[in-house]
């Protein structure tokens, strides 16, 4: 057996794919023809629900499920106010793993997914929330550093290793935020992670339906291109979510700016502003994706973008990994 293989045995355990890689969940891009197509090439692959309802999230899932035989999983928003039902469909369609997002999951959650026969996935932007949501039952964990493209925290991946991953050996948990490489996918095995994430590469490879618009831009981007928009007042804090520098990113600040000014006239609640401001990003990420517009569209972007040049296939992307992780074990020794 190779070493790489026996480094994710955990991991693929815990997942049910032949390789210890999950694909991130991006709205509009993980969709069932990416989703199935990562699954067929031995990975991990979620849906990504987005603002979807239950109906069309439940299409979705017996669309995937058509074109393919192998377990995955589906990313629900916890502020979306359909999040009950949601889960009622995963369950019904026997979803083997939910993501639970944007949020802290409440123990009540956890176990209705569980008494539904369904693992529970999350994320954690500290070791003592860390620590709560594995109390509480959390199945395994996804560290994401703020590298990562779309919905991210504030604290990076490498902060993020050596305040929860390696203080927390006996749980299971999965590295997500600036990851392409074998070489550093098999250093975070060997520092006690599960598996990784990856998201931006897969948005722009072979299978993606994005826009080849959208592609391209990508492949044209720095890391530094990669920002999170910023916040304008602390009474109204907005989620921060990295992507692309464009037109879009000044419209979204305006939009902020008017959201804030309703908030402090009392003419719109704090939750229905921060809604207010997610469907912005929806609709300025579908336009991206869908229909190509690069300017005022939200090109949603991890910082790995700087390493990501071409248009490769799943296949391609997963293979390179292995060979660059087994030449890198074999090259020290392990």
Known sequence: MKKIQKLMERGCKILGSEYAILGGAMTWVSESNLVSAMCNNGIFGVLASGAMDGDLLKKEIEQTQAKTSKNFGVNLILANPKLQDLIDVCLE??????????????????????????????????????????????????????????????????????????????????????????????????????????????????????????????????????????????????????????????????????????????????DNGRLSLEHFWAGALRRAVQEGDVERGSLMSGQIVEIIKEERSISEIVNTIMEEAERFLARNGL
Do not use: W
Not at 187 to 210: D, I, Y
Not at 218 to 227: E, I, L, Q
């Open 93 to 270: 369609k026997k979803i083997s793993h939910i993501i639970l997002a944007g949020g802290i999951p409440d123990k009540s959650i956890m176990e209705k997914i569980h008494n539904g026969g369904a693992q529970v996935m999350s994320f954690a932007p500290s070791l003592a929330v860390a620590k709560r949501l594995f109390k509480q039952g959390l199945d395994s964990l996804i560290l994401e550093g703020s590298e990562a493209g779309g919905h991210v925290g504030p604290v990076t991946t490498m902060i993020l290793i050596q305040d929860i991953l390696l203080n927390l050996p006996e749980y299971p948990i999965f590295v997500a935020g600036g990851i392409l490489r074998g070489e550093v996918f098999a250093s975070m095995l060997q520092l006690g992670a599960l598996g990784c994430q990856l998201g931006t590469v897969f948005a722009c490879c072979k299978e993606s339906l994005a826009h080849p618009n959208f592609k391209k831009a990508f492949f044209r981007a720095n890391g530094r291109n990669a920002v999170t928009p910023v916040q304008l007042d602390k009474k109204f804090p907005i989620a921060p979510v990295r992507a692309l520098e464009n037109i879009g990113t000044e419209e979204f600040i305006a939009k902020q700016r008017e959201v804030l000014k309703k908030f402090e006239n009392g003419e719109i609640a704090l």
